[in-house]
């Protein structure tokens, strides 16, 4: 019946068209309320919606006599009727769907033995699959989303694949009616109905500016398997103003069935994606001057899942083309900004660009851990070297890494054997242990004189519960210019890193001179494997980021920060390390720079946000027998106290006294180191008692 009527309208519509006529907004027509007034209405003969009409004028009233109808109803009609009047050439799902103020869906059908595999893929992967409505088999509505829908046709265009492969591309699946009886349609989350959101936030949508369908990519990031179902995720790309970052991850983040917020930020290559320019689907969108790329998980995934599954049938929504339900789109506060779980974004790594997130409630526990490791009972003056923010970046970044290297060693001692002092090696097995909970592959690189003593001193600690699992301890000595690059990655291809990190904590630094000076500047190179050549090559290799850990500016990595301690650090001039690491964490000792590191690790890993963001939006969240695992692998008093009963065991000494006992760099354990750590623990389990 109303093909009819879209065949009686189609010259008076056109006439309205061609003198630029804009039609109503059907939202704001008068509303039924009932089925029956509904139903009524559908049922009349479409010559009672006619009258002559000699004037655009008048055309115009007779569109507005059809939105009369309750508005639900209006817009599936005029979907059907610019797809039957303007073709889908002039249509384009996305250029009338992008801005339509109704959520949107995308659409997989598939048949009816294959469903409750599919439902359990998307509970699986609910980034990129959030499902809004299974249908019953053969049933063409979809009555929570939409009044008097038709999935025949209510998408502009659809794809039909046989066995995986796409066939055809149609406007209506209506052919299909007999075939569709026994298959179930699955309506999923769309980021279309996120767009007007980023737009009000003050968000430019650079699709949409530049009249483009989004550039959407498969990934090298493979979905949670359920049942036959399996497939990489696909992703759209928008691209973000860096001063805007904060506010997209903030206004989508609002809205999880539209995908949530962002799965990643940065370089592409990251995700497999090679060119931003070739997309799999949708058009090629280019960026503006200080753009990010921001990519989100996209439903287009369920159609890599059909071809991969290769159903004997299955049928798809073409990308761009979704299903416009009836529902206005979410609304975003503006409050959301304020909020302790809004996402904050912070960039972690410039080669390659990647950026990271976590809730603000979390950050702000981070940066009071970065305040407490600051304390200088020592009084060296170390808040001179603070930078905000450096704990929480590292952290960020180690968060997302997979295979981290770890070094220490400070042979300060040059007159005694062994010459290295307790403040290092403790921190150093302290964020190895959160590191192998968060199932991070874990190396320490010692010098090559201390090494037997090393592997020593972690078995014990292994045998007395201080860490879980022994790290493998390995050496370096440059033999060559490209010694470094060989040992970092694979056949020496910077392509090919072996480690995602480096981490520094009280190791010996180079000086601008060539020299390794203690604080009293005495020179003890002589000491000292040359494993700054790693951190040096490391800044040239993309992929791997450096963090050192230090308290007075001599140590590995604190070239970051060498203007300041040449400044204000005694003998600075002279002992301040001329290697810089990408973050430099400065403490009032260094071990409690190594605590912190763990428990900001378990801290971010709590957060909701920061894991999904690290999940890349797929699988499920850690559960509490996770969450019990990394409590367990905090730092704390009875394991620490331990760990320097070993060092004392092998004849490691107190750092500036040189003393020979349960003492850290001139202060003993009880109470200073102690009291650190237990309110370390207050920060992190606190935190844990409000999950």
């Not at 860490?467 to 970092?488: Q, T, Y």
């Not at 480096?502 to 003890?524: F, K, P, T, W």
């Amino acid at each position: 019946m109303w093909t009819d009527v879209v065949a009686h309208l189609e010259p008076f519509c056109v006439s309205a068209v061609k003198a630029n006529v804009s039609c109503p907004d059907p939202r704001h027509a008068p509303s039924l309320h009932s089925d029956d007034q509904q139903s009524a209405l559908l049922d009349q003969p479409p010559s009672s919606f006619l009258k002559p009409a000699t004037s655009s004028g008048a055309h115009t009233v007779f569109l507005a006599q059809l939105l009369f109808l309750q508005g639900i109803i209006m817009k599936r009609f005029l979907l059907s009727y610019a797809k039957a009047v303007t073709g889908l050439e002039y249509f384009r799902g996305f250029r009338t769907n992008m801005k339509s103020g109704y959520l949107q869906a995308n659409v997989v059908i598939l048949h009816k033995d294959l469903a409750d595999d599919f439902e359990a893929f998307c509970h699986a992967n609910r980034s990129p699959l959030p499902l809004l409505y299974r249908s019953k088999p053969g049933e063409w509505r979809c009555p929570p989303l939409a009044a008097q829908a038709d999935i025949r046709d209510d998408c502009p265009q659809y794809c039909v694949f046989e066995k995986g492969v796409l066939v055809s591309k149609v406007d209506s699946l209506a052919p299909y009616t007999a075939q569709l009886q026994d298959m179930v349609t699955f309506y999923l989350g769309c980021s279309f109905s996120f767009e007007q959101a980023l737009e009000k936030a003050g968000v430019p949508v650079r699709n949409v500016e530049q009249g483009r369908n989004v550039s959407m990519f498969k990934t090298s990031v493979p979905c949670v398997k359920a049942g036959p179902f399996h497939c990489p995720m696909v992703v759209s790309m928008r691209p973000v103003p860096q001063i805007k970052l904060d506010a997209a991850a903030q206004c989508t983040h609002q809205i999880p069935l539209a995908h949530g917020g962002p799965v990643h930020i940065g370089h592409p290559a990251l995700l497999g994606i090679k060119d931003l320019s070739q997309p799999d689907y949708g058009d090629p969108v280019e960026l503006s001057a200080g753009d990010v790329p921001v990519f989100w998980a996209c439903g287009v995934t369920g159609a890599e899942a059909v071809q991969s599954t290769k159903p004997a049938l299955a049928f798809t929504h073409s990308p761009g083309c979704m299903f416009l339900t009836d529902r206005e789109e979410a609304t975003v506060s503006h409050q959301a900004s304020e909020s302790e779980e809004c996402p904050l974004t912070f960039c972690i790594s410039q080669n390659p660009l990647h950026y990271s997130v976590a809730s603000k409630m979390v950050v702000q526990r981070v940066r009071a851990i970065e305040e407490l490791i600051g304390e200088d009972p020592g009084q060296r003056g170390i808040q001179a070297l603070f930078v905000q923010d450096e704990l929480l970046k590292a952290c960020l970044s180690l968060s997302s890494s997979s295979s981290v290297l770890i070094t220490t060693g400070f042979p300060t001692h040059y007159m005694h054997n062994p010459p290295e002092e307790t403040d290092g090696p403790p921190g150093a097995i302290a964020m190895a242990a959160m590191l192998q909970a968060l199932n991070k592959h874990v190396v320490m690189v010692i010098d090559q004189r201390a090494l037997e003593m090393n592997r020593w001193i972690m078995q014990d600690a292994v045998d007395r519960g201080v860490i879980k699992s022994a790290v493998p301890m390995i050496s370096f000595e440059s033999s060559g210019p490209d010694s470094a690059l060989h040992f970092l990655c694979h056949d020496g291809d910077p392509s090919k890193p072996r480690y995602d990190h480096l981490v520094a904590i009280e190791r010996s630094g180079r000086a601008s001179d060539g020299n390794y000076y203690n604080m009293r500047g005495v020179n003890i190179k002589h000491l000292v494997d040359p494993i700054d050549d790693l951190f040096i090559t490391a800044s040239a290799v993309p992929g791997i980021t450096t963090t050192g850990i230090g308290d007075g500016g001599n140590e590995l990595g604190m070239g970051k920060l060498k203007k300041a301690v040449k400044a204000y650090m005694p003998n600075g001039s002279l002992i301040a390390c001329d290697v810089a690491a990408d973050f430099a964490i400065t403490a009032g000792v260094s071990n409690w720079g190594g605590y912190a590191v763990a428990c900001a690790l378990y801290i971010l890993n709590l957060c909701s946000i920061h894991r999904r963001y690290v999940q890349k939006g797929l699988g499920l969240l850690p559960t509490p027998e996770q969450h019990s695992l990394w409590a367990a692998s905090l730092p704390s008093v009875a394991k620490e106290e331990e760990m320097l009963h070993i060092l004392v065991k092998y004849g490691v000494r107190s750092g500036k006294t040189a003393n020979l006992g349960l003492e850290v760099d001139g202060l003993t354990f009880h109470p200073t180191h102690s009291d650190v750590i237990r309110r370390l623990n207050d920060l992190s389990i606190e935190k844990l008692q409000q999950e």
